[in-house]
């Protein structure tokens, strides 16, 4: 994920099971000063209302792999 999403965006749009359409974009970026820590953040909505506030996640990975989670918005 560090080479994918450090300091970057990624934006996709996917289809679910019901065949409502979403948007999902992933961020990275650093967490600490060391650039040790790679905080990455997702949202999705479906491009309706929910676009002006999305369905938020985050967790964090340290170098060794291990995740952190963080709270849902």
Known sequence: LVERLAGRQERSEVVGL??????????GFWDDDEHDDLRVVASIDDGGLRAFLPFTDSFTISPNG????????
């Open 66 to 73: 291990a995740i952190t989670e963080h709270s849902t918005a």
């Open 18 to 27: 019901s065949g409502v359409g979403y948007h999902v974009e992933l961020e």
